[in-house]
């Protein structure tokens, strides 16, 4: 299976360099995506049954253009395109589209010519998309591809889920130990198997373990009779075919990585990992964390309503539960809030401040745990700063808040009351705030997911617990 | 000013083959990070005065980790780690510490010493650190570099922040488009002014402007006759200098580019942006996302306490103004709260549930907006299925809730008036969630930041005004 990105597809746009508008252009942020305008043209000309036109206007494109065009079609529109596209069908287009739509083209081109859609990927995206198949249609797709592709694809499915081996291309170059540059240059311009793109020979020794990297440009100024161990680098990290991506990710990010050898259990080069792997495990987890911090289980706009519902409803059950837990112990204060109805109307101010005040060392803590900078050498330091945060801003904001009730209830006790409440439930918001994300980590649970019910739980008990109690003291 | 990242300050490690170690490790997430145990060593035999043994175990370290471990230090004893550091400074460390300890390397070492580091950077992180230099120290730090370095750093300062021209590297190899792969060749292996490393030649015509790519592997594997323009590929984006750099990482994402060259107004090739440059950007844009969401701006757990306190004050400020606001709207409600005490018990719920739904949205649009999945274009669509899933969560949870304080307090009455004011505030929620974000990105302001308050400003405050005021009507 040959590398084949980048040079699929592009046969239209060949020779046709794509300089981005410089300022002139008013509208910086379209010059990207689709223009809606060419979208409608589109889907004039399907409704029209122009299909000539429109395989002349959407067969150039880039794939991930195409990708959104079919994406942005509906219905009858969508499926006619994809019925146009078959002769044609850019495979690079596949990994770009939803589940759904992908689903769609199985079941419009059937399995063989899937199938035969599938082999010209590059092995990631080969197993990402097999991987996202339900499993009859995985095992009608795997069926029908060729021996070898199948138990590349076959392999890499059963490696866990989020491994370096799911994310690694088993396209590579390797060399023996022994060989010159000369050599090795030879066999470069002999061998037909080649992948399509490479920019490191991997040198590895006579057991097939990696030992060391040429990168071509060394490979290109060093003499033919040099041997290659005396070009290669061996200041490389070797990744373990298990390795968690996230891991992997963040071993790029802070070793500056361009690439890196993948290995199996025992030691043997079964692939590699290349930075543009990376970025899009980065953009999952900066996503995960975004989505999870606001009980978000949809990754995209594009879910459908229906289960935009059922993603969100669960959390905001979870909320329900919250806050009729903190209504229950403002339920404790009834007798009180009758006899001074200014502290129903300050209650959730302190609720509020806290849930705030929290949610900030909880983001805190969220990032600092997702990049590694918050451990558990350094855990206790971290929460003697968030406590002494969070106490000198609950004392400034004892003393606006204080002084704010003193006025408009024009009773000093009232001030001194929410005073007090606030300090408390500042320095708890930072303590649940840190706790909460190490806690969650300990347990191998995700910290970024649910961290925020627990805090805002915490948060409003603590808060009308607080405040109203300390009324209940100072105030009868 | 040569490409030397990677290759100085490993000359210890070179021929050390680090293998990253497998299952058997039971602490994955303690492979990466500095041992604890390694800098506590550290530290005393810095308190004993064991100079030697500080310099034998640092000077090997990889730039992350020893930028690491000068953060983990504190006062006399990182100043003299810096000291002892001084013989053997490996530029690739400075870009990884934080602006003061940079400033205190730059009082240490003094403007000459610290120029000659800075020298030997790669011109992107030169800039980069330059930058962040106050402007005297700037001025005395370019005064010593070489002219040519000064020049090159100077005309990066002058690229607008968070442009194309400040992340690129001016570091590349260009070769004219009338050359053929065997002149190509020869210049590489006589030259001896070209980059440490590079992956491809950019291919010019005679006015500097790039016109092709040629791939080192397709360079390797080509015959020596034949011409550049022959094995060149002229598919590539070509990036203005004063591009944004979200939109660069936006491009780079969109069709996974590796590298892409950038011109400057005239159309001249000034330098290139690898992929590796782009996943600053994206961590920058995702951190920055979170972090704003949260109402926070500093960017790391190592922020000095005093700096967080001030950062945080003034969003909890903000905050404090909208409770506030909530808590007016409760006063106009005062004589009601007494009457029926159930209504404070209950208020905060309706508000609550509002936040968290108007949160829900705003995120999925900020997130929409920043990888450029929501535009003007499906904003209307998407508003019409934000509202019909604010609608139907909303009635969903108005039968819950209205259930919930029927059987509470015994009142059907209370039951109804809560479900209406659910399903007004989370369809309310739904409407700002979305309009907010996409007003702020009208107003070319960040989306992310300050979304969060506005919205829960409207969410209490029509949460309370609703409840409170559909009780007045139906209760009273």
Redesign the interface.
């Known amino acids: 299976m040959g590398k084949t990105?980048?040079t699929r597809g592009?046969s239209a746009?060949?020779?046709?360099?794509?300089?981005?508008p410089?300022?002139e252009s008013g509208q910086?942020?379209e010059?990207?995506?689709l223009d809606?305008d060419f979208?409608a043209e589109i889907d004039d000309a399907l409704e029209d049954g122009h299909e000539d036109v429109v395989r002349e206007l959407v067969v150039p494109l880039?794939y991930?253009d195409c990708a959104d065009l079919i994406e942005?079609l509906h219905g009858e529109h969508r499926q006619r395109l994809i019925e146009l596209l078959r002769p044609d069908f850019n495979p690079e287009v596949l990994p770009e589209l939803p589940d759904d739509i992908r689903d769609q083209i199985v079941e419009t081109y059937g399995f063989a010519d899937f199938a035969a859609i599938i082999e010209e990927l590059d092995s990631d995206d080969a197993v990402y998309i097999l991987d996202r198949l339900d499993e009859a249609e995985q095992a009608h797709v795997l069926a029908r591809l060729p021996i070898e592709t199948r138990t590349i694809i076959e392999q890499g499915l059963n490696y866990p889920e989020y491994s370096a081996g799911r994310i690694m291309q088993r396209e590579l170059v390797a060399v023996p130990n022994y060989w010159t540059v000369g050599e090795a240059?030879d066999y470069?311009?002999s061998n037909a198997v080649?992948p399509e793109?490479?920019?490191v020979l991997f040198v590895v020794d006579p057991r097939h373990r990696?030992?060391?990297v040429v990168?071509?440009?060394r490979?290109?100024?060093a003499k033919r009779p040099v041997k290659l161990r005396d070009v290669m680098s061996?200041?490389?990290?070797?990744?373990?075919v298990?390795?968690?991506q996230e891991?992997v990710a963040?071993?790029?990010?802070?070793?500056?990585l361009?690439s890196a050898p993948v290995?199996d259990?025992s030691?043997r080069l079964v692939g590699r990992i290349t930075?543009?792997d990376?970025?899009d495990v980065?953009?999952e987890e900066?996503?995960d964390?975004?989505?999870r911090?606001?009980?978000?289980s949809?990754s995209?706009?594009?879910v459908s309503?229906w289960e935009?519902?059922r993603n969100?409803?669960t959390?905001?059950?979870v909320?329900?539960g919250?806050?009729?837990l903190?209504?229950l112990v403002?339920?404790l204060f009834?007798d009180m809030?009758?006899k001074v109805?200014a502290l129903?109307?300050?209650?959730?101010?302190v609720?509020?401040?806290g849930g705030?005040?929290g949610?900030?060392t909880?983001?805190?803590?969220v990032?600092?745990l997702a990049?590694?900078?918050?451990?558990p050498?350094?855990a206790m330091r971290?929460l003697g700063?968030e406590l002494?945060?969070g106490g000198?801003?609950g004392l400034?904001?004892a003393v606006?808040?204080g002084a704010?009730a003193w006025a408009w209830f024009d009773e000093p006790m009232i001030g001194a009351v929410i005073a007090m409440a606030m300090v408390i439930n500042l320095v708890i918001a930072a303590l649940v705030g840190l706790l909460i994300p190490l806690g969650l980590e300990r347990l191998k649970i995700d910290p970024a997911v649910a961290s925020g019910v627990f805090l805002?739980t915490v948060t409003?008990v603590v808060g009308?617990f607080a405040f109203l109690g300390l009324a209940t003291i100072f105030l009868l």
Do not use: C
């Open positions: 990105s980048g592009t746009m060949e020779n046709r360099v794509r300089s981005l410089r300022e910086p942020e010059i990207f995506g809606p979208v880039h991930a942005s240059i470069l311009r080649l793109d490479f920019y990696p030992v060391g990168r071509l440009n490979l290109l100024r061996t200041e490389m990290d070797i990744l373990p298990d390795m968690d891991d963040f071993l790029f990010r802070r070793k500056d361009l290995t259990a030691g930075i543009d990376i970025v980065i953009d900066a996503e964390d975004i989505l911090l606001a009980g978000l949809e995209s706009i594009y309503t935009t519902v969100r409803f959390w905001l059950l909320n329900l919250t806050a009729i903190a209504s403002i339920g009834e809030l009758t109805v129903a109307v300050l209650m959730p101010i609720a509020s401040m705030n005040a949610t900030q909880l983001t805190i803590a990032r600092g990049m590694k900078e918050l451990t050498s350094n971290i700063k002494l945060v000198i801003n400034a904001f606006l808040t704010v805002t409003d009308f």
